[in-house]
């Protein structure tokens, strides 16, 4: 965890609760997007660790990969404790996802019991059914908790957790809540899940505030990376203007937003990666 003393803590707090002039104007592109120079913070929320653990074995490499870019990677401790919540469900739809693959495989066999191939054909159906089978109760596979596990201790060798402190700052997220204030309205229905990303965007705020260094020249942006397309998160391909404007008043700093599949396919990531898809 990063050293995060009362200096971040009443910044971010004076900029959420509007104790301090933002600037407004709307930016004209998302950085990210654009450009191959790296971000100085990079940050995934909770569907953006969703996505990237079905790469567990590969993100090993592409983490050291991006840490060793320059930019310091913040988890958001609102996010990880959504990792783990979440994780019978992240579980149940990749079983889900392979027990679909299996039906369609298996239909597509079922063609071939009258040709040459019966023989092998039908054992490859009765293989896919044991499969199918074997895959029904989720909470017995022991394989995909260990990538969730892998993942989650290979993320937090690089990165940094930062939890705000709750209390300080729950009367305000039910302010912002109450006026609709990005993020969480659109989740406002759900109020749990409308103050969790009130949370995951404090935990940011904090923790990009704590590991900014005194300059950031070469570095032009904060990167948040998230497959969270609600208008109370985007507008259209740029981040909304209210956090731009908050990430700008803690950070004096361009924040970029992009998907997962916008990042992979980044200018940045591809640099970074060596990657060209």
């Known amino acids: 965890m990063p050293d995060i003393t009362e200096k971040e803590l009443t910044l971010v707090q004076a900029v959420l609760n509007?104790?301090?002039?933002?600037?407004?104007?709307?930016?004209?592109?998302?950085?990210?997007?654009?450009?191959?120079q790296s971000p100085w913070v990079l940050a995934f929320?909770?569907?953006?660790?969703?996505?990237?653990?079905?790469?567990?074995?590969?993100?090993?490499?592409?983490?050291?990969?991006?840490?060793?870019?320059?930019?310091?990677?913040?988890?958001?401790?609102?996010?990880?404790q959504e990792?783990?919540?979440?994780?019978?469900?992240?579980?149940?739809?990749?079983?889900?996802?392979?027990?679909g693959a299996a039906q369609q495989l298996e239909k597509a066999l079922a063609g071939l019991v009258d040709s040459a191939l019966t023989e092998r054909a039908q054992s490859i159906v009765e293989l896919l059914d044991e499969v199918r089978e074997d895959i029904k109760d989720v909470s017995d596979?022991?394989?995909?908790?260990?990538?969730?596990?892998?993942?989650?201790?290979?993320?937090?060798?690089?990165?940094?957790?930062?939890?705000a402190p709750?209390?300080?700052?729950?009367?305000?997220?039910?302010?912002?809540?109450?006026s609709k204030v990005a993020p969480g309205f659109a989740d406002a229905k759900e109020k749990s899940a409308a103050l969790g990303d009130f949370f995951v965007w404090v935990d940011f705020l904090i923790g990009a505030a704590a590991v900014r260094p005194d300059s950031l020249e070469g570095f032009?942006?904060?990167?948040?990376?998230?497959?969270?397309?609600?208008?109370?998160?985007?507008?259209?391909?740029?981040?909304?203007?209210?956090?731009?404007?908050?990430?700008?008043?803690?950070?004096?700093?361009?924040l970029s937003i992009l998907t997962v599949d916008e990042f992979r396919v980044s200018p940045y990531y591809k640099r970074v990666t060596r990657r060209e898809d």
Request: hydrophobic content about 40%.
């Open 18 to 36: 509007r104790e301090v002039p933002l600037n407004w104007q709307v930016k004209e592109s998302n950085p990210g997007l654009e450009r191959e």
């Open 45 to 80: 929320d909770t569907s953006a660790l969703k996505a990237f653990r079905r790469q567990a074995n590969q993100w090993p490499s592409i983490l050291a990969s991006l840490k060793a870019s320059g930019p310091s990677i913040v988890v958001s401790g609102q996010v990880l």
């Open 83 to 99: 990792y783990w919540n979440n994780h019978r469900v992240f579980t149940a739809e990749d079983a889900n996802k392979a027990r």
């Open 141 to 163: 596979i022991d394989g995909l908790l260990l990538r969730s596990t892998q993942f989650a201790a290979v993320l937090l060798s690089h990165a940094e957790v930062v939890f």
């Open 166 to 178: 709750r209390t300080r700052f729950s009367e305000l997220g039910e302010v912002r809540l109450a």
């Open 220 to 254: 032009h942006y904060g990167l948040l990376v998230t497959d969270d397309q609600k208008a109370d998160w985007r507008t259209g391909v740029l981040p909304h203007p209210s956090l731009t404007a908050e990430f700008g008043g803690v950070c004096d700093s361009a």
